[in-house]
T-cell receptor, first 110, second 117 residues
Framework: DGGITQSPKYLFRKEGQNVTLSCEQN?????MYWYRQDPGQGLRLIYY???????QKGDIAEGYSVSREKKESFPLTVTSAQKNPTAFYLC?????????FGPGTRLTVL | AQTVTQSQPEMSVQEAETVTLSCTYD???????LFWYKQPPSRQMILVIR??????QNATENRFSVNFQKAAKSFSLKISDSQLGDAAMYFC??????????????FGKGTKLSVKP
């Protein structure tokens, strides 16, 4: 089955630690995205990538980093510079107009 | 700046009744897409319906339909014969189309829909 997956589903981090969230897709889509969702907010764009080896900052990129070494993969690293990282993180991919979303990762900082 | 506004943080509907969720947007572009996404308690984002701005005909998908008013920049979602499984957060989203190159999705803050049995 074609789809987009994220792992892990739940992630706990101690303050001061970096952590990497995984996003993989086998839909052969060129573009991939990372969003952050907080209570009472819509989805806010962190980073996006239109092609391999290229990515752009979104609206709230500070404290995050990404890589796009393969078409299928777009991992997100939440660094210790992110002051309030506890949130729900969604990855998406697209080929034409609509985006397809993964199931999300809930990150909690202890 | 392009923005999407959902003015109803919460809505409630009786099972089998009809409900309309509101969405307005602000843009200077003429070519774009509009979407409604559903996010149930599982938090999986599911595409409900899509509208292309250059199409005057309102999109429909089974019990879901939209009222697209381009001049008014309004894009409401109507759910007919509401079912318990329709209970979810609903997000309106806008995406500009720059001559075939897609812009990024811009989301509203969502409307939480409750369905009463």
């Amino acid at each position: 089955d074609g789809g987009i997956t994220q792992s892990p589903k739940y992630l706990f981090r101690k303050e001061g630690q970096n952590v990497t969230l995984s996003c993989e897709q086998n839909l052969n889509h060129d573009a991939m995205y990372w969003y952050r969702q907080d209570p009472g907010q819509g989805l806010r764009l962190i980073y996006y990538s239109q092609i391999v080896n290229d990515f752009q900052k979104g609206d709230i990129a500070e404290g995050y980093s990404v890589s796009r070494e393969k078409k299928e993969s777009f991992p997100l690293t939440v660094t210790s510079a992110q002051k309030n990282p506890t949130a729900f993180y969604l990855c998406a991919c697209s080929k034409r107009s609509e985006q397809f979303f993964g199931p999300g990762t809930r990150l909690t900082v202890l | 700046a392009q923005t999407v506004t959902q003015s109803q943080p919460e809505m409630s509907v009786q099972e089998a009744e009809t409900v309309t969720l509101s969405c307005t947007y602000d843009t200077s572009e003429s070519d774009y897409y509009l979407f409604w996404y559903k996010q149930p308690p599982s938090r999986q984002m599911i595409l409900v319906i899509r509208q292309e701005a250059y199409k005057q005909q309102n999109a429909t998908e089974n019990r879901f339909s939209v009222n697209f008013q381009k001049a008014a920049k309004s894009f409401s979602l109507k759910i007919s014969d509401s079912q318990l499984g329709d209970a979810a957060m609903y997000f309106c989203a806008y995406r500009p189309n720059y001559g075939g190159s897609q812009g990024n999705l811009i989301f509203g803050k969502g409307t939480k829909l409750s369905v009463k049995p």
